[in-house]
Structure formats: C-alpha cells, structure tokens
C-alpha cells in the first residue's frame, strides 16, 4: 500500500507521494490525439501502440482543476458504432421491405471498429474519469456518446467530461482543458434519430426499387436503385434545372441601342424599357426616334455618386464549398476532405461551421500578424494592421464554432492542399479589411421620346481587391456630360435578339438549393452530392455544370407521376426542422422518430400501389418495354412470435423449409443465438396470428396451426379445422408439438421434442446490408440439426399427458409412438392414445392406449399392437395376428367410422 504523508506548507496540507490520477481522453482521428497531445504535453508525450494500427496511444501529464493527472490519449476513426437490422431483415429477400419501417434496429460495433472498442476497453479500466475531444458538432456530439457507451459497459462509474474547442492550437486545446463541460446529449439524440430514419427509409426504397427496376429493365440488372431523403431532392433540383431547359421555347425580342463616340471612346446608352417582344411595336417606336433629322439627344441628367464593392463575408462551411468549386474548380467533397485534414494539422480553424460572423473575444490581430511574413499577401496583411482589422460581419452563428479562418502561418504545402489554405487566408484577409471604393457616373438622356441611359465607373481605392484575387471590379469609362446640352448620336439601331434557356446547375449552385431548402446540413451537402454522381444519377460535363443520368430522370418523372413528393425538398425539410427542434429540446426524439416514419410509410404504401407509373418513366428513358414476365420483389414477411427464450433479446420468427415445407421457430439473431423449435411432422400448416396472447402481452403472437392428423385436434379438444393458441402458455400444444421451453433456455439446449434422429437443414440465412458504407455484408449457414443428438420417447413428456411407462413403438416404421390423452368433453374424454411421429407421417398409425395387447413377461416392454391404419386396406397386420373388426374410434361399435358416427360428427375443411 503507498504511503501518504501529509506536510505543512505555507498554512495548507500537501499531499506527497500519493498516486495520480489518470483520465483517458479520446479525439475522433489519431492526428487530431497526436496534435492535442503535443500541445497539452508542450512536445514531451509518449507514444505506445494501441491495438488499432490506425488509432496510437500518447501519454503525458498535465494539470486540471490544480491536480496532477496522468493522461492517456488515444482516438476513435470517426463513428464508432453503426445501426443495421438484426436478423434476417438484413438479407434483401426475407422479407418484404414495407416490414422495414417497423423491424427490430440495433446499434453495434463493426468489425472494422472492434480493435479501436478493445482499446478504450483496455485503457479505461484504469482510468477515473474520461474527457471527450471530438469535434463539437452533432456528430461529434454522438461519436463521444459512442465512446462513453463503450467505457461505461467496463466502468459504469465513470466520470465524463467534454472539451469544447473550435480550432486545434495550443492555446484553445488548453482553454478547452481548464473548461471542461458535460455532453450534449440532446445533440446526440438528434444524430441517433437521423441515422434510424435514413436506415428504415433508405433500405425500404432501395429495396424494393432494386429489385423491381432489376427484374424488369435488363439493361439495370446490375445497378443499386438506392434512395436517400437528402440525395432524391438533391437529383431533384439537378432534374428540375434540366427539364426547364429541355422544355425551353426561346422568343425573340428587339431593343433600341444609342451609341456616342468620341475620340475613340464609344459609350453604350440602353433603352429604358430594356425590350419589347412585338417587332412591329418597336419599329414603330425607332421610326418616331429616327422621324425628325438631325438627331440630337438632350441630357436629362448626370448623377455622381460613390460606389463600393464590398469585401466578403467571414467564411463558412457552405461558402467554402461554393468558392472551392467556382473559384478553384475542385468538388465540394474534396474541398472538405483538404479543409478537414488542415484543421486536424493545426493550420486552420473548424471548417464545419454555420457561423459568418466574428465574436469579439476573438484576437483578429494576433490572427493576421500571423500572415505578415508571406511573400503574396504579407505586405497586405501588415496594411490590415495599420488600419485595424474590421471583419464585415454576417448574420448567423450556430454558437459553437467561429468562422473559417487561418490558425498559423504555413509556407510548406502544396497542390490543393495549398490551393485551398491560399483561399481560406485571403479570403479572411479581404473580410478584416475595406471595401474597394469608386466614383459612378450616371447619364439620362431622351430623344424622339424615348428614354437612355448610361453609367461609368472610376476605381478609387480597389483596398480588399489588392489580396482578393478571385473578384473583378471593372472601371468604365464615360464622357463628361452636362444636364441641358444635346449631342448627336454616333448610332442608332434596333437589334433583335432572343431569349436563352436556364443554364445547367453547377456544384456551388446545386450547393445554394440545398441550403436555401434545408436539403440536409453544411457538413452532409459534399456528401450527398458525391453520392448521386457515384449512383449515375447525374453527371458532369464541359464548364462543371450538372446534368441528371438516365435512371436519374426516369425516377424523378416516375416519382412525379405518381403524385409522390419524394424528389421534392419538403419532406427532408420538415425532417431538419425536427432535428434542430431535438437540440434545442422543443421536441422529444421518439416522438419526431415516430412522425416521421408515418409520413415515410405513407410514401412508400403509394410507390409500391403505383409502381407501374415508375416503369413507364423508366422505361420511355431507357427507351425499351418493361419485361411483363420478370419475376416481382420477393413479397415474404418475417413472422415474429414472441421473444427468444434463451436470449431474451430477439424474437423467434416462423420459418419453412423450401425443400419440405417444415415449419420450425429459429431466434431472428442467428447464429449469434441458435435457438431453434421444430413443429414436429403432425403440422401442416401454420401461420402467425394477429391476435396477442392477453397472458403473455402484446408483443407475444399466437399460432395457427392445421395437424395432417385430425386426431391431434381430438387431443386439442377442438373441433374446427385450425388450433390458434399461444405456444408459450399452452401447456397441451407444446406437449403435442414436442417442445420444452425448459430445455430451450439452457445454452446448448434444443425446444425440439421430436424423438427422431433425423437430419433436418434449416435453411441458408444470407445477411447483407445496403448500407455498403457502414455495415460489411454477412453471409452464414445455420447448421444442421446434428444426427447424434440422442432420441426422446414419445413416452417421456414432460407435460404429464402419458405415462412414462410406456414405450410402445410403430408397428411399421419401429418408432416410438408418442402416447397422447384426449382433452375434449365427451364420451373419449380421458382416453389414452398413440400417434406415429414418423416424417410426413406416411404410416398414420393411431392406436387407443386401451387396445393395446400387454406382454405379461415385460409389463414395460409390451408387444407391437395391431395398429388401426388407414392407410391399410384389410388382410393380415404386419404381426401377422388376424385383424380385428373395426369399430368406431369415438362411440366403440362396429358398422361405421368415426366421419360418420351420430354421437359426433366435426366439421373439417
């Protein structure tokens, strides 16, 4: 044990000798863990390895709250955990994709994050609190809930801490640590109910989509149909654009031009009413000006006023985007890609960001001092200086992250990395200076009646523009003019002209929509937009503008003809909302996660009862008939029963058997739980009922079964055709059936009552997941029922139906005979019977337990007994004993059979 001793310094107790602390803490990439441990540790951290190769440990010391601590800092690689369906909804054809709405969702580890979990499983065992230093937005926010998650499943006691920080320099990452905050769980709840919903809606659509558009239209066979709420009104706006300009019908208009040359300057005067589309109007109206020579036009007046070309707005996500598009032609994902991976190395500020405006507790000074020793733009940087810096600020802010700006000064970069760190300085550089100022000229002029004007400009301090390269501002030049005077035009003319069709959208355009329609958010429009362009929905072509593929037009006009708003923004819209609502705590998750999956389903009940019109659009695309005998999307529905026994986590689903028909239960987290209950051979039908059991609660469903053998519904005690009960308190069901729900809930153990040792192969469970990007696809084989698994005596239950006594076997197959007890009021009532459990039942053996002949050598061994086959027809049995007369299974007399006996006659179907 260690010593603590206690001594006296300056009237206070110091602690000596007495162990540290440690706190784990975890960034959300290995460089942003490497950069923040440099800067807490001042350079002298130790690094180890982690199980991950990707994601090192780095250890230092440092001091929170006046106490020494031990750290240990380590990182996660972005999400740690995914969403996917358990079970078979996983796999494409188990069932129909309107169940996807509604089917079981977890939250798991995947295997390319399992060595990153084992680490911070590791690490934390030791550690008394855990700091999270991820970024600080939504994602951020649910990535550390991810992390907390994992620590807390080995340490439940866990203390939990979050640094907030906009940029990662040495003295925010030290801000952050004195100033340590709790998670935002709000913000997590929002990012979990996005990821849930764009789970359900996207692999219920793309689905069944994908499956239809396949069967039907070769030439997509091997497309993903995918849909996404953010990328169909993204293709939307691309598809939108097009088609007004593909229905374009251009018109022809006239104008009347004025021209004045002097000294070889020709100023151009505009007509005022701009144009007119009736050309017989405006010749009538350039024959008045022209009517009465000489041609003299009067000035009705000069106006000089300044002009100003404002400087630009502090920078933010979206205006990153856009510039990196128009200004440096690069996408807008590979922007963010660069811009991400400059912030992780210290060079700029968080470039996830709605804020364009700069709070004053930010030192603008010590920023552009900075940028005063580069050869391009120092000597503009220290002109900043003299004249202060004075950002042109915007009107947003998202309260946690500043705008976009340099952090330090590099020189060391190159391609776009460069290109994109040049922009961000400049650009923050033109925002902390002045507006470009110049002097307008303004001239009217009149003549025959008809008004003209024209304006020149002179540039008189082009200020920003000296570092701001990717503006122009023009001068014009103009004659001086004064009010009163005429002059005689150079020229008079009436051109004619016609209107253009809407140019095609370009990236920062598409960008533009987006955010003006709440088309998901500044950190997701890249993404969405990539998306698409990988699906072929549209593409690029000359000067980078967008125009949609062929599949991407046939499902917009398919979307469309079905009066469906899917490619439309409102749907997404009203989603965001909601989302922000979450944040702010106005709307509660679970209420917006169940409002919105309504409108989602409601979508996707229309496609599916409209999907001809889908085909049709696709088809005129694709210029070819769809194939009228494709085979449709597999419409099988996972039928859920009740909860797995054994787990207690999953729900038992009924399945069959391709090859036989057999009907077994099987957990819906094969092979994680082999749970697995065999309906013995009596079945031949059964079905999920949508009526709960009210003992067992609303999530338990009962069975509806039809036997092959109508004697089992003699041991039922029912009548009709169909037994509908539930299989977890029907004591007389299970016993019939052969399941042990005692057996079932032991590891290892089986339900299955069946005494047969037969082989019986539960058929191939191909998992898969269209979430490519998250999930990997899964392929398992549930293994056969093993051969040596010992035989059970029909004589055995432990239902107490029979009595354990008895073995008596069939006479034809030399199986045991299962020894049942007839539950229904009647003259039967009590009566012992055996029914052969042999597969598919071809010996359909049923003998009453009374007619049974005793062996008086061995009363618990007896004889074969003659068996009451109906599959015999007379002659000898097959123990060659004289068969007995048959008599009546219900009533006991000879001369009819029990279909017609008048004590009791049931219907059957």
Known sequence: MKTIILVRKSSK??????????????????????????YLSRGSSRRREGLSVYNKIYEFDAVINGRNIQMVMT???????????????????????????????????????????????????????????????????????????????????????????????????????????????RQSQAVDVRSELDLRIGAAFTRFQTMRLQAIFPAIVDSLVSYGSCQIPTLGFVVQRYKEAENFVPQKFWKLRLTHTVNELTVEFNWARNRLFDKKCCEAIFLLVKRDPPLLATVLSVTQ???????????????????????????????????????????????????????????????????????????????????????????????????????????????????????????????????????????????GG??????????????????????????????????????????????????????????????????????????????????????????????????????????????????????????????????????????????????????????????????????????????????????????QMIEEVFRCPRCRSNKMVLKRKASNNDVYLMCMDYPNCKSVMWLNDFVKEATVSSESCRQCGPDTKKLSIKFKQRNALIYLGVDTPEYTSCLLCDSNLRSLLGINLEDLSREGGSGDGNSSARSRDVPSSGYSSDRSSTVSSR???????????????????????????????????????????????????GREFFLCPTPDNPCKTFIWADEVPQNPGNRDSPPPPAPRSSGSRGGASTTGRPRQKRKCAICRREGHTRNNCPDHQPTFS
């Open 450 to 635: 008809e008004e003209f004007n024209a304006s020149g400009l002179v540039i008189l301090e082009r200020n920003y523009l000296e570092v701001y390269i990717y503006d122009r501002w023009t001068a014009r030049e103009i004659h001086k003019y004064e009010m009163g005077t005429s002059f005689e035009p150079t020229s008079i003319e009436m051109p004619e002209g016609s209107t253009t069709a809407p140019q095609m959208l370009t990236e920062a355009d598409l960008i533009a929509l987006m955010e003006k329609h709440s088309i998901g958010t500044d950190a997701t429009h890249a993404e969405h937009i990539n998306t698409i362009k990988e699906r072929g929905y549209i593409g690029e072509v000359e000067n980078g503008y967008l125009v949609p593929g062929t599949l991407g037009m046939g499902l917009v006009e398919g979307y469309d003809a079905m009066s469906l708003t899917l490619a439309q923004p409102q749907l997404r819209a009203g989603l965001e909302a909601d989302l922000k609502a979450i944040c702010d705590g106005a709307r509660q998750p679970q209420i917006v996660l169940q409002e919105q999956i309504e409108k989602y389903r409601e979508a996707f009940r229309i496609i599916t009862e409209r999907a001809q019109m889908l085909d049709e659009k696709i088809g005129f695309r694709f210029n070819s008939v769809p194939e009228q005998n494709a085979e449709p999307p597999s419409s």
């Open 779 to 829: 392929s398992n084989n549930v293994p056969s029922r093993n051969n040596s698994v010992p035989s059970r005596g029909y004589g055995s239950q432990r239902g107490g139906n029979s009595s354990s006594r008895s073995t008596t076997n069939c006479p034809k197959c030399s199986q045991p005979l299962k020894k049942l007890t007839v539950r229904k009021d009647g003259p039967n009532h």
């Open 13 to 38: 107790f110091l602690v000596e000798n007495a162990p540290m602390m440690k706190y784990l803490n975890v960034a959300e990439k290995n460089d942003a863990a490497k950069t923040i441990a440099g």
């Open 75 to 185: 990182s996660v690689s972005g999400h740690l955990m995914t969403y996917d369906f358990t079970g078979a909804y996983r796999n494409w054809r188990s069932c129909n994709p309107a169940q996807l709405f509604d089917a079981p969702v977890t939250k798991f580890c995947p295997e390319v994050s399992v060595k990153i979990r084992q680490t911070l499983e590791r690490e934390v065992r030791g550690c008394a609190a855990l700091v999270i230093w991820t970024d600080c937005d939504r994602e951020g926010e649910n990535i550390g809930f991810e992390i907390v998650e994992v620590c807390r499943s080995v340490k439940p006691n866990l203390t939990i801490y979050r640094a907030k920080f906009s940029e990662i320099t040495a003295a925010s990452v030290r801000r952050a640590l004195e100033n340590l905050v709790l998670p935002d769980e």
């Open 305 to 447: 006023k300044p002009k100003s070309k404002w400087r630009p707005q502090p920078m933010d996500t979206i205006e990153l985007e856009k510039l990196g598009s128009r200004k440096l032609k690069i996408s807008a994902k590979q922007t963010m890609q660069i811009a991400e991976k400059l912030y992780q190395q210290g060079f700029i500020s968080y470039p996830r960001t709605e804020t364009n405006m700069f709070s004053k507790e930010i030192n603008l000074r010590s920023l552009v001092e900075n940028q005063t020793s580069h050869q391009d733009w120092g000597s503009f940087a220290q002109k900043v200086l003299e004249w202060g810096p004075n950002p042109r600020n915007g009107k947003k802010s998202d309260q946690a992250h500043p705008p976009i700006h340099p952090t330090k000064f590099t020189s060391s970069l190159s391609g776009n990395e460069q290109r994109v760190y040049e922009l961000i300085v400049r650009h923050f550089l033109a925002c902390v200076s002045r507006d470009a100022t110049g002097s307008e000229t303004l001239v009217s002029v009149e003549i």
